[in-house]
């Protein structure tokens, strides 16, 4: 029989005890087996950390009829059932009359067409970036100093904008494709733990292995994915999507489904022109804020810092003391490193990322303000001006040659130009800069309202240490392509399947692969695949 034991909280001197004896422990009865579900870290200031389980335990059944009747009762319940019986197929269901095309190779693009693959669809997954062993020479490169490559870069390229990210794995989504996903991603090379850590992380330098197995996996199960094939325009006939246009080649498509990603600003004002339903949407912006490593782990663990059996510290931190706008942190990176994300020269914005054993120097986090329409006049064009403006700035200010602007805490909160600039990750240079101009409007106060609310909780994160650098643009989209709740369809043009972050409707991987689930699942279910 199966029992889930739920809130088992195990001190730092009993981590690394298997998992049946820590059951055993509690339960005071001899337990078989157990299974981790789910294992978090409680590392909250004031008290000692220690780590919280989830197990699963096999037992025999006059012992688990006893402990659903103890004291220990409210922490034991029956697994839960879960149903993963399929939705029928409509009854009208009709074969495409051409193999579904899928655009880009991020998370949403490569779950889409794993979900059509193994329906029998063979999608042709086109993607304009390199492959991820070319994509990955092609970045080294332009960080010892080669010409940057407008097609290949930490956006563009196999497994998208995710590829060379910190690669985790959270998300606040409640949906059962969740466990589909990480699955997947287990099976093509990601560590076991992501299936039941509460913050999977697989790191910037194992993620392009995973995605070149998928690929592999794709079409092993008969997709076809070609690289450098950049989606130039739809081909539109009596109002229906019909295929695309890349280069001079036409390609029919029984339906196209879009996960361009939230930097394809080439794509989406071609989008535009055919009046593809969008309306703006709040977005993020903000800076990296950037400390060291060591500063971290003593502000969260206290006298526990240093302790074998802890991972390197990190946090989540959200704060209203402006009173105005929530600020928070984004994609906390520890033991990580700051990247230039853009894929134009003449644009300058900044993500962070972290190596599978993050064991850098250094940590960094988004620390962003949601921008509201009425701050870019409720066009979704507008939108994306505005990031292009203080991309632009950001540039100028970093010199013109992919060096960024900085500044140190303290002199943001005092609104001072930095005489000099402490180290940071960022693998070219640092300029001082007032960082105020690469912001939207308002944002400052609400940044620095929380800069030393953040201070108040973890001592020193806005101290001589801390170190900014701007901008972090890219955490979202500034619009949403608008599409039938049920059939994932564009409102405005029958065929096209908007999905992902940058069709609006998602924000990071799990969450964009599993929307790329979503709508292939609404299109398999609505198609049968094309005759052949």
Not at 197 to 211: D, F, R
Request: a positive charge.
């Amino acid at each position: 029989m199966t029992l889930v034991l739920r809130d088992l909280r195990v001190p730092l001197e009993l981590e690394g005890t298997p998992p049946a004896e820590l059951a055993a422990r509690r339960l005071g009865v001899d337990v078989p087996r157990a299974r981790i579900l789910r294992k978090s870290l409680d590392a909250r200031a004031g008290r000692e950390p220690l780590f919280i389980y989830t197990l699963e335990l096999d037992l025999p059944a006059a012992v688990e009829t006893r402990l659903l009747t103890g004291r220990r009762r409210r922490q034991l319940q029956r697994p839960p059932e879960r149903d993963d019986t399929p939705l029928p197929p409509a009854p009208d269901r009709r074969p495409l009359p051409h193999r579904p095309v899928i655009v880009g190779s991020g998370p949403a693009g490569l779950f889409a067409a794993w979900c059509l693959a193994r329906a029998g669809h063979a999608p042709l997954l086109l993607e304009r970036g390199p492959d991820a062993t070319t994509r990955a020479r092609s970045w080294y490169a332009f960080l010892k100093g080669a010409p940057f490559d407008p097609e290949s870069n930490l956006l563009f390229g196999e497994g998208g904008a995710g590829t060379f990210s910190d690669g985790k794995l959270t998300t606040r989504i409640k949906d059962p494709r969740v466990a589909t996903v990480l699955a997947a991603l287990v099976a093509h090379g990601a560590p076991e733990s992501c299936l039941w850590l509460a913050k999977p992380h697989v790191g910037s330098n194992a993620l392009p292995a995973i995605v070149r197995s998928l690929r592999r996996g794709l079409v092993e199960a008969g997709a076809e994915v070609r690289f450098g094939a950049r989606v130039d325009d739809l081909l539109v006939r009596d109002g229906q999507v019909v295929g695309v246009r890349v280069g001079d080649e036409r390609i029919e498509a029984g339906a196209v489904l879009l996960a361009i990603g939230h930097s394809a600003r080439d794509t989406l004002a071609m989008l535009m022109q055919h009046d593809v339903a969008m309306t703006p949407k709040p977005f993020q912006m903000g800076l990296r804020v950037e400390h060291p490593q060591a500063l971290i782990d003593r502000a969260q663990y206290g006298e526990a810092c240093g302790h074998a059996r802890l991972p390197v510290a990190e946090y989540s931190l959200v704060s209203r003391a402006s009173g105005r706008s929530d600020v928070h942190s984004f994609c906390m990176c520890p033991g990580g490193e700051i990247l230039p994300a853009t894929e134009r020269h003449g644009l300058l914005c900044v993500n962070g990322a972290s190596p599978r054993n993050r064991d850098g120097h250094f940590a960094n986090s988004g620390l962003v303000v949601t921008v509201a329409p009425d701050a870019f006049d409720h066009s979704p064009r507008a939108g994306l001006q505005l990031q292009e403006r203080l991309e632009a700035r950001a540039f100028e200010l970093g010199g013109g040659d992919f060096g960024a602007p900085g500044q140190r805490v303290q002199d943001f909160l005092d609104g001072r130009t930095s005489a000099s600039l402490g180290p940071t990750s960022y693998p070219f240079a640092v300029r001082s800069a007032p960082l105020a101009e690469v912001l939207p409007p308002g944002s400052v106060p609400a940044l620095r309202a929380a800069l030393m609310d953040f201070e108040r909780r973890l001592p020193g994160y806005a101290g001589a240490d801390a170190m900014l650098v701007g901008p972090e643009s890219r955490s979202s989209a500034p619009l949403r392509m608008e599409r039938d709740p049920r059939t994932y369809v564009s409102v405005s043009h029958p065929g096209l399947y908007p999905m992902g972050e940058g069709a609006g409707w998602a924000g990071g991987i799990m969450s964009a692969a599993v929307d790329g689930l979503r709508a292939a699942e609404a299109l398999a279910r609505h198609a049968a695949p094309a005759l052949r």
